[in-house]
């Protein structure tokens, strides 16, 4: 099946009339063709942006909530066939990929919810004749660069937001996963959304995601992705005077204390650095060890490691499905051959030899170990299924070994020393602190984002995403 652009309202060919396959990572299925799409195209969907924008802001926010609630009721009675169409294209498992597709439509209903909250503030006057307030006004017409690693989930936190709170939006979704957006963008459609309000263009971001940032028509840009690429944006976008922000990399580390529950610390371990095969900005790379338990805990790892299934993710028994794309999966492969060199490996880090299995982006999850703090495992993000476990002498050395990092996205600790739980708390140098659960746990009603190369500009998420989307307005209101 052919696939279109969405823009005004309507789903267009692409001006180059070119398109690419998007084919599945576990064996190679075509699940449709999408929009190889030129500037030009994107071009289009920011005029329509632009000219549906004043209609758009002057709704009140509960008849753009309504949009919203539509689209969810949408995603829910379609659940089963975009939650496959996810699994399909991305490779997460059944457990996950069900799970994201209804977390999409729960998104949607909780920024529904936010068109009854309050949006200001009043603040007494030194005069006694003056009524003074804030408010917030939408900014315009916004660029969404979205990934592949969550193609649904992202893309809605992102359109949500931007929605209530007045804007307009073009998306650019991931040419790895752009089946995802496409059903979001449909729900809206069929939910009867205004012409230009949303505006979808598919494409490679070194050709759509250039044109988006540079447009001057576009006010704001919001950008998940890699740390390489969101650098050059907030450069671009800066430069170009627009509102920017950017959730890139992660190394994120597991403090595990030596009074810790070690079977729960490994279950903690193995689900924050295994599950969506270790594809997440969030995922658990680096598990820090107090000496009292290093044995105890390695041993209970990797014999767990091993018991996980590999396989098709619609098979609601795998645990780790493939990676997303044959490069992503080779990258895997290339630092493990360099953790090889660099440091001990315990378990994994093999390409699977199941026939069923052959024509899919497969790796066993893989254990390092006497991994040296300026290792490249150590410091780079893989964004696959790998840990390289650190023995620490302390708390002090543990929490010294986890801020050893130019990341600061998510970290954890398993404890049940309430006194050490606070400290790590206000110790570690990240956005986000778990306590006895995984790196890669997030609730869309809660700020999400990081420190150091891991974010900048605002949170998004929760009620924090107001920051981003809006400005602020100071009145005055004087009597005559």
């Not at 539509?70 to 659940?79: F, S």
């Not at 205004?194 to 979808?200: L, W």
């Not at 580390?253 to 650095?273: N, R, S, T």
């Not at 290093?294 to 990676?323: H, M, S």
Request: glycine share 8%; with cysteine.
């Amino acid at each position: 099946m052919r696939y279109l652009n969405y823009i005004n309202g309507k789903w267009k060919k692409p001006t180059t009339g070119e398109y690419k396959e998007n084919l599945s990572p576990h064996n190679g299925e075509n699940l449709g063709e999408f929009p190889s799409s030129a500037a030009a195209d994107l071009h289009d969907a920011v005029a329509a942006a632009k000219k549906s924008f004043s209609k758009w802001k002057k709704l009140s926010f509960q008849q753009r909530a309504s949009y919203l609630l539509k689209a969810a009721d949408i995603l829910k009675k379609n659940v089963q066939e975009v939650g496959q169409d996810l699994i399909k294209e991305e490779g997460k498992t059944f457990l996950e990929g069900m799970g994201e597709a209804n977390r999409a439509a729960s998104i949607l209903e909780y920024y529904a919810a936010e068109a009854r909250q309050p949006l200001g503030e009043v603040i007494p006057s030194a005069n006694a004749n003056t009524f003074l307030y804030t408010t917030r006004t939408p900014l315009g017409p916004v660029g969404l660069i979205t990934p592949w690693n969550f193609p649904i989930a992202i893309p809605v936190w992102k359109l949500a937001p931007a929605l209530i709170y007045g804007n307009t939006v073009v998306i650019k979704p991931a040419d790895l996963t752009p089946k995802s957006v496409y059903h979001v963008i449909k729900a809206f459609d069929e939910a009867g959304l205004p012409p230009g309000v949303i505006n979808c263009v598919f494409g490679r971001g070194s050709v759509i995601g250039a044109a988006l940032v540079e447009h001057p028509d576009v006010k704001a840009i919001s950008f998940t992705g890699s740390n390489q690429v969101g650098q050059q944006i907030q450069k671009q976008a800066i430069e170009h005077g627009k509102k920017v922000q950017v959730e890139m990399g992660g190394k994120n580390p597991l403090v595990v204390l030596a009074d810790a529950d070690l079977e729960k610390a490994v279950e903690i371990a193995i689900g924050g650095a295994f599950k969506s095969t270790g594809q997440k900005c969030t995922a658990t790379s680096r598990v820090i060890v107090e000496e009292g338990i290093y044995e105890g805990f390695r041993e209970l790892l990797v014999a767990r490691t091993k018991e996980l299934k590999v396989g098709d993710p619609l098979n609601e028994e795998t645990y780790i499905g493939p990676a997303v794309s044959r490069s992503q999966r080779d990258g895997v492969l290339e630092m493990i051959d360099v953790g090889k060199s660099e440091a001990n490996l315990l378990c994994g880090g093999e390409v699977p030899t199941e026939e069923e299995l052959a024509n899919g982006f497969y790796v066993r999850p893989a254990i390092f170990e006497n991994v040296p703090q300026h290792a490249r495992i150590a410091r780079e993000e893989i964004f696959g299924p790998i840990i390289a476990l650190f023995k620490a002498g302390n708390y002090e050395e543990a929490v010294k070994m986890a801020n050893d990092t130019e990341y600061g996205l998510s970290a954890a600790i398993c404890t049940n020393n309430l006194t050490l739980a606070q400290r790590f708390i206000e110790d570690v140098e990240v956005g986000l602190v778990h306590v006895n659960s995984e790196t890669a746990g997030t609730e869309p009603q809660m700020p999400f984002g990081g420190c150091k190369n891991s974010s900048a500009g605002s949170r998004e998420q929760g009620k924090s995403a107001v920051e981003f989307y809006t400005e602020i307005k100071t009145v005055y209101m004087d009597r005559v």
